[in-house]
């Protein structure tokens, strides 16, 4: 029903956020946890290969989500 779907979304964000977070902090093992379970939550590709790309090259995936994070700073510094 509308109400399961709502936290289940609620849920879904929850899990994106710790997933990020974890990442920031170096803290691989707890990123990979949280975008597994996301992943087994919401199924689909993007959050299974994410939570493999962790798994693999932790480096990697932090240095490109913070380099997302950058980009979207300066975008958003030039508009105001």
Do not use: C, M
Not at 42 to 51: E, N
């Amino acid at each position: 029903n509308a109400i399961d779907r709502q936290v289940a979304q609620l849920r879904a964000g929850r899990l994106l956020t710790l997933g990020k977070a974890a990442l920031l902090r170096e803290d691989f093992a707890e990123a990979r946890s949280h975008f597994e379970e996301l992943h087994r939550l919401q199924g689909g590709l993007r959050y299974g290969a994410i939570a493999a790309a962790v798994r693999v090259a932790p480096s990697l995936v932090r240095s490109a989500y913070r380099h997302r994070l950058d980009l979207l700073q300066r975008g958003h510094e030039r508009r105001r």
